[in-house]
C-alpha cells in the first residue's frame, strides 16, 4: 500500500485505465481502425483510387459471392499508399471461356442463369497460351457484396474509415487550438474580454450544431476538406466553457499568484502554468467530441454536404443504399451504420475510462 502512495498520480491513472476492460477493448478497436484507414490501399481489394472500379454486371451482388474472370494487368507502377493507382488491373468476368485458333474466346458473366455471347479478349495479344490462361485467370471473392454500381463494399468500406478517423483527428484539433485559445484568455484577464468571449460562446452554443455546420460548408464550399474545418469550427464551444471555468478556479492559485510577483507576462502564465494542469479535463472532452465529429460528418454525407463522390464515407454509402433496407439488400445500408456506431461507441467509452482514470477523487487501489 505504501508503494501504490508512491506512484505518481500519472503512473495510477494508468493503472486505473488498464483495469478498465471496457475502455481497453474501445481502445483497441480504434487503435486498429486507425491502422487499417492508415494502410487502407494495402489492405483493400480494390486499390484504384477512391474504390471505384465499377462493373454493372455485378451489382449489388450478395456477400460471399465469387465470380471467375480474366485479371488483365496494368501499369502500376503509379501505386501510391496514400492514394492508391489511377489503372487498376481491370478484372473481366466470364461465364465460359475457350482457345481457337490460338485466339481467346470468352462469353461474358451476366448473372447466374445468364451470359453473353462469344466475344474475342482483345484486352492481350496473340497467340494466347494455357499458360497465360492459368496465371490470369482468378476466382474474385466479394466477402462483403457489392453496390449497386459494382464496386466492392468492403474495399469501400475500408476507405471511409479513413474519413471518419480524419475527420475526428482535424475537428478535435481545431477546437482545441481554439477552444483553450479562447476559453484560457477569457478566464484569466476577465472583465469585458470575458464578457465578449462569453457572448461568442452562447451565441454559438445557441445554435443547433448540424446547421451551423451546413452554413459553414456552404460558406467554404463542399468538398473533402471544408467539411473537416465546418465540424471544427462549430466543437470549441464545449472546450472553451470547460477551459474558462477552470482557468478562473486556477489562476487565484499560489503558484499562479507567484508567477505574478515574478513579473512573468500573462500569457506565460496562462501557457507555461495554468493550461498544462487542464490536460485531464480536456482529453475526457475531445474523447466525446471525436465521436461527435464522426456523427456530424456521417450526417452530413448523408445530406450530401459531405464528401463529394466518388471519394468514400460511411455516411454517404448509407444514402446511396437506405432504399435497400426495404428489400433484400438491407445490409448494404446496415454495415456501414455499424461501423459508424462501433467507432462512437468505442470513443464514447473510452472517454468514460480516462474519465474514471483521471478523477483525482478516485480510490487508490
Known sequence: ????KNKSPRAL????????PMGLVSLSIIAIVALVSVAAYVLMPDNSRNANQMNLTLGTVPMGFDVTGFLIPNDESNFNFFNGTDRPAEFIPVSEWKIENEVLLYRPYLGKQDAGPWKVLEEVQSPMTDEWVKTHLVTKTYWLGTDKFGRDVLSRLILGSRISITVGFIAVLISLVVGMTLGAIAGFFGGWVDDLISWLINVVWSIPTLLLVIAVT??????YWQVFIAVGLTMWVEVARVVRGQVLALKEEQFIEATRALGFRSFRSIFIHILPNLWAP???????????????ESGLSFLGFGAQPPIPSWGGMIRD?????LVDKAYLAIIPGVAIMVLVLAFMMVGNALRDALDVRAVRS
Open 13 to 20: 491513472a494508468f493503472r486505473r485505465f488498464y483495469r478498465n
Open 282 to 296: 480536456v482529453i475526457i472532452i475531445s474523447a466525446a467530441n471525436f465521436a461527435g465529429a464522426i456523427l456530424i
Open 1 to 4: 500500500m505504501k508503494q501504490e
Open 218 to 223: 456552404l460558406a467554404l464550399g463542399k468538398g
Open 321 to 325: 443504399h437506405y432504399a435497400y433496407i
